[in-house]
């Protein structure tokens, strides 16, 4: 968090609020413990919550950043060897058609 306020970043209560679900299921877990399948099962859950795949891309975008800063900082040794990917905000928009009639 000081990083963002060092950083004076203007949705520091955007960043916040996308911080709580990643703390609710990551909060008590050890870095190298993040791996491919606990990516996936924090995807999977947040789409059961249906959030958007722009939601669940800005919220594992934190994760990689406290990642990298943890590693920065000297607090791992490493960033643990797991690809976290960009899931396609397409296929969270309803069909154009939808989202013509009802702006």
């Known amino acids: 968090m000081s990083d963002y306020r060092v950083r004076r970043v203007k949705s520091f209560g955007s960043v916040l609020s996308h911080l709580k679900p990643l703390r609710e299921h990551f909060g008590d877990w050890r870095a190298v413990g993040i791996n491919f399948r606990a990516i996936e099962a924090y995807i999977t859950k947040r789409r059961e919550d249906e959030k958007s795949n722009a939601t669940i891309n800005r919220e594992l975008e934190l994760l990689r950043r406290a990642l990298r800063l943890a590693h920065d900082r000297q607090l791992l040794p490493s ?25």
């Open 79 to 103: 960033i643990p060897k797991v690809r976290i990917r960009v899931l396609d905000i397409r296929e969270s928009l309803p069909p154009a058609t939808e989202r013509d009639a009802s702006g």
